[in-house]
């Protein structure tokens, strides 16, 4: 069973950098048959993808062109875990934000998001 | 960008089928997932690969994809079946795309 367990904190300032981390049991953030993706959900915007972290030979990332200028979604793999940063935040960007794995199951033409951390509200605020 | 319409809300009555439907350009030509999400919780696969049903998911979920529209089911609707529905695809350059969400009320 693959968990997804989110930390980070719940206030940030307008033009601050917003830091979240998701550690991984059960899997690895460096499984070959994974992305890991970072998704947020507001009233104005719905949810929203952000962006993933993948291993295939190297590291890759790719980002939602909405936010690639401000965000960088990078994998630790000491503590087998992915982490978002996202500077010059503006109060547009309170959300409750989720860690999700994207999974590339044997044989099957798409991956799906199987699993989803428990999600975490940032406010922006001063 | 891609775009994913959804009806805002659904009615249906106990024991009924309810169908939720979600529409895109050429949207049969991709993939759909759905997603439930009840208030205060985590979004849960239901269906994926348009028609396909996680372990766990029960029976009475079900998905299709055709032309500009695909479709969940849920038929025998229960009130636990209660919650805000989404649909999901991957665009051309594998940029996630979600639907706006629908509210499912069991009345």
């Known amino acids: 069973q693959v968990r997804l367990q989110q930390s980070g904190p719940g206030l940030v300032k307008p033009s601050q950098t917003l830091s979240l981390t998701c550690a991984i049991s059960g899997d690895s953030v460096s499984s070959i048959s994974a992305a890991w993706a970072w998704i947020r959900q507001s009233p104005s915007r719905g949810l929203e993808w952000l962006g993933r972290?993948?291993?295939?030979?190297?590291?890759?990332?790719e980002y939602a062109s909405s936010v690639k200028s401000r965000i960088t979604i990078e994998p630790d793999t000491s503590k087998n875990r992915f982490s978002l940063q996202m500077n010059s935040v503006t109060p547009d960007d309170t959300a409750v934000y989720y860690c999700?794995?994207?999974?590339?199951?044997?044989?099957?033409?798409?991956?799906?998001?199987?699993?989803w951390g428990q999600g975490a509200l940032v406010t922006v605020s001063s | 960008s891609y775009e994913l319409t959804q009806p805002p809300s659904v009615s249906v009555s106990p024991g009924q089928t309810a169908s939720i439907t979600c529409s895109g350009d050429k949207l049969g030509n991709r993939y759909v997932c759905w997603f439930q999400q009840r208030p205060a919780q985590s979004p849960v696969l239901v269906i994926y690969e348009d028609a396909k049903r996680p372990s766990g998911i029960p029976e009475r979920f079900s998905g299709s994809n055709s032309g500009n529209t695909a479709t969940l089911t849920i038929s025998g609707t229960q009130a636990m079946d209660e919650a805000d529905y989404y649909c999901?695809?991957?665009?051309?350059?594998?940029?996630?795309?979600f639907g706006g969400g629908t509210k499912l009320t069991v009345l």
């Open positions: 999700a794995r994207e999974f590339y199951g044997s044989g099957s033409p798409n991956p799906h998001f199987d699993y």
């Open positions: 999901q695809v991957w665009d051309s350059s594998s940029a996630v795309v």
């Open positions: 972290t993948f291993y295939r030979s190297k590291w890759n990332s």
